[in-house]
């Protein structure tokens, strides 16, 4: 009895240790994507002042949209398309990353 919980204890050493060095390379792989998670992260703040804006104000929101659409009719579009683009893959990464976190083991 006592060798099988000796066995488990130097197993569990192991699998720490190995967790440690993944979390560490993870670290390592993701850290020249940092400065990208920030601009992003300042475009969504961005996104939501002007939702909020929008809200507050409708008649400028729905005035910049028209000067927009008046001015360059494809190139909205094609920001529109861009935008809705990137929205839908926020929202698939914002899935994953609830999974990802909701799996991790807590740090402390």
Same mark, same amino acid.
């Given at each position: 009895m006592r060798e099988s919980l000796i066995a488990i204890a130097e197993r569990r050493t192991r699998l720490l240790a190995r967790a440690q060095t993944e979390r560490e390379l993870l670290a390592a792989q993701l850290q020249p994507t940092d400065g990208a998670a920030l601009l992003v992260q300042s475009a969504l703040r961005v996104a939501q002042r002007a939702l909020e804006r929008s809200r507050q104000h409708p008649l400028?929101?729905?005035? &910049? @949209?028209? &000067?927009? @659409?008046? &001015?360059?009719?494809?190139?909205?579009l094609g920001w529109l398309m861009k935008g809705w683009s990137a929205w839908r893959l926020y929202r698939g990464a914002q899935r994953w990353w609830r999974q990802f976190v909701g799996r991790a083991p807590d740090a402390a």
């Open positions: 400028f929101m729905t005035a &910049l @949209v028209a &000067l927009l @659409v008046a &001015l360059r009719p494809r190139r909205a």
